[in-house]
């Protein structure tokens, strides 16, 4: 295991061994000591964060697809409450249209004969006076009689279409009550995970919490000398170039997501002074302007959008701009600077090109599992959203699952 005393003692060394003039003793077995205990002491916590990680992000792959079968059935029922409303609109149309024909029909046989039946029919025929007048009335008849045939059919088709709709509605309510009885399933299932969640997220939070004070306490104090120069408004180039270099450094050994986002602003600041201490040299050397600073600013707006946001709480779903999810949040970050991304893990982890852990850049996506995601800040650590109760903040790669490239 890798002894973080180790790495605090390499800091040390580059402190002191950088040529920039700070006051410093050197460490005394004692000091060692300390350190070495330390060290141990975030290992030891660091690996049960790790562990509690992992088995958060299992429980999130699991809620995951739970929620996007939720919201496919909230969907599947507001479409089948639509159905339910149009239906009833064709009933009202059939059963209005059903009294017309009803109406229609009654007016014609009052019309024909005031008792119903084939007997009336057959009456008016011997009522006849002449031939003629027979063969007058029985084509009469004929019409009416084909008339009466053609309502009642209309009719049995309007009744039947009717008691279609009747069944067709009975169908999308059974719809609908299957729907919401598998929906509260869900919602039940989904709210156990998320019980079960909040033990271990408890659990990781309070064992981080636990090393990342004292951490950061320590890891602090290795940059505050550097910190002097930088605030000197004596310093040199050279003193401040000294100085960027050995935060640059530091930030590959800190593990705190604060000192991180303190060790960015302090190298910015730097870097903005060096600026102004050569822009006066550059023009009269050149008798014109200084040069254009070229460099990897995308890449270097991107992260600091990305450190501005730290703290910023976990929300399933959000996308900011000050609450997010582990997608959400780089989907948020990458829009800022125009790069448009797809919305979940699942599909971000399609966009752009892939790229090996070896061969990581500030800026790249990282996948600790198919189902979690974060942006790559350099030493081993990206910036992400983690979980529920938790916040954006900066963290050790604990796994490796995938990396894209988007930039």
Known sequence: MKKKAISALLIVSLLFGTGVQVSAEPLTEEQQQVLNE????????????????????????????????????????????????SVKKQIQETKKELEEKEEIFGLRMRALYKSGGQASYIGILLSSNSLGDLIAKAQAVGKVM???????????????????????????????????????????????????????????????????????????????????????????VNDLNNAISTLRELRKNVKSSEIDGELV?????????VQQKQAP???????????????????????????????????????????????????????????????????????????????????DLVFTSPGHMGIYVGGGQIIHAPQTGDVVKVSKIWSFYAARRVM
Do not use: W
């Open 38 to 85: 330390k060290g141990e002491k975030v290992s030891e916590a660091e690996s049960k964060y790790a562990e509690l990680q992992n088995k958060v992000d299992e429980l999130d792959m699991q809620i995951q697809p739970i929620a996007i079968a939720v919201e496919e059935n909230l969907t599947k029922i507001a479409d089948a409450n639509n159905q339910i409303e």
């Open 146 to 236: 084909s008339l009466d045939k053609q309502i009642i059919g209309d009719l049995e088709d309007k009744q039947k279409e009717y008691n279609d709709h009747i069944s067709n509605l009975e169908g999308n309510i059974q719809e609908i009550e299957l729907l919401n009885k598998d929906n509260k399933v869900k919602l039940d299932e989904l709210n156990k995970k998320k019980e079960e969640q909040m033990v271990y997220i408890n659990q990781a939070k309070k064992e981080y919490e636990k090393f990342a004070t004292d951490l950061a306490t320590t890891e602090r104090e290795l940059y505050k000398p550097f910190e002097t120069i930088i605030d000197n408004s004596g310093s040199t």
């Open 281 to 363: 040299v550059t023009t009269l050397s050149r008798g014109g302007s200084a040069a254009p600073v070229t460099g990897s600013a995308s890449s270097s707006t991107l992260l600091s959008i990305a450190y501005s946001k730290l703290g910023a709480k976990y929300v399933y779903g959000a996308t900011g701009p000050n609450v997010f999810d582990c997608s959400g949040f780089t989907q948020y970050v990458f829009k800022q600077v125009g790069i448009s991304l797809s919305r979940t893990t699942f599909t971000q982890i399609n966009d752009g090109v892939p790229v090996n852990y070896s061969d990581l850049q500030p800026g």
């Open 265 to 273: 602003n302090l190298i910015e600041k730097a870097k903005t002074l």
